[in-house]
């Protein structure tokens, strides 16, 4: 139940982002994939096995999910970088908070940590430990990103 629930929330905060809900929905599907392995140190392997377990390992929704977290994330970067270039706690605040929910929802738990230390230090006006943080995210998000694409391509 609360997996269910930060999966519903973490829909519908990438929408929020832009993310659009598909038009039709997508034929059944018949789910014979194991689990993919090898999940690096910053993803809680328990977690994203949960999320496979409650949508189906080959589910179109939960590639859909990853394929828009991937998008959200990447887009979330340049916006992080362009708050810092600007200045805008507002902005690092808000887009952190939304990258937060989503990480965490996958299993990227070190991400989702990084990702609330921009959030909380945007709060506090603190641009420098915000830039500090951004560079781990970036460095982060490069490992998170790999390990989803090999994923999505397994599927």
């Not at 993919?36 to 999320?51: E, H, K, M, Y």
């Not at 377990?53 to 340049?78: C, D, I, N, T, Y």
């Not at 989702?112 to 945007?122: K, P, T």
Request: glycine letters at 10%; a neutral charge.
């Amino acid at each position: 139940p609360e997996l269910a629930a930060a999966l519903k929330r973490a829909v519908l905060a990438l929408g929020v982002a832009g993310a659009t809900r598909p038009s039709v929905r997508p034929p059944p599907f018949e789910d014979t994939a194991a689990p993919f392995s090898g999940v690096p140190g910053g993803i809680d392997g328990d977690t994203f096995a949960q999320l496979e377990a409650l949508m189906g390992a080959r589910s179109p929704q939960l590639v859909w999910l990853v394929e828009r977290f991937l998008s959200a994330a990447q887009s979330g970067m340049a916006e992080i970088d362009g708050a810092l270039a600007a200045a805008n706690a507002e902005v690092l605040h808000a887009t952190a908070h939304v990258l937060t929910a989503s990480a965490g929802m996958l299993g990227a738990r070190r991400l989702s940590g990084l990702y609330r230390d921009v959030m909380e230090a945007a709060l506090r006006g603190d641009l420098a430990t915000c830039s500090q943080r951004a560079e781990l995210v970036r460095a982060e998000l490069a490992v998170v990103a790999a390990w989803l694409k090999g994923w999505v391509a397994a599927r």
